[in-house]
């Protein structure tokens, strides 16, 4: 199991930490940000894959920004399974 810490930009939430097991996603956590939302978000996306999550909630926008954490999340797992590559 490949654990990453993504800084997010644009958003209310500060840091996304997931777990990666290949190119399938576990334990997401957010630190700051929606509480009840970003938990069910969690939930929504465990066991799926970084194509999936960067398909289902890659360009979200969150109000007038151009980013959520939605798409956040959608660039963590990216950066997460690339780095993952490399360890």
Known sequence: ?????????GTC???????????????????????GNL???SKLVE?????YIEETLGGIHCGLRNTSCGD???HAVREAY??????
Do not use: P, R
């Not at 066991?47 to 194509?51: M, N, S």
């Open 39 to 41: 938990k069910a978000v």
């Open 1 to 9: 199991m490949f654990h990453y810490e993504y800084k997010t930009t």
């Open 72 to 74: 956040q999340l959608s």
């Open 13 to 35: 939430s500060q840091v996304i930490s997931v777990d990666l097991d290949g190119d399938t996603v576990h334990n997401v956590s957010f630190l700051g940000g929606c509480n």
């Open 82 to 87: 690339e780095a993952s590559k490399s360890a």
């Open 47 to 51: 066991g799926h894959t970084v194509d």
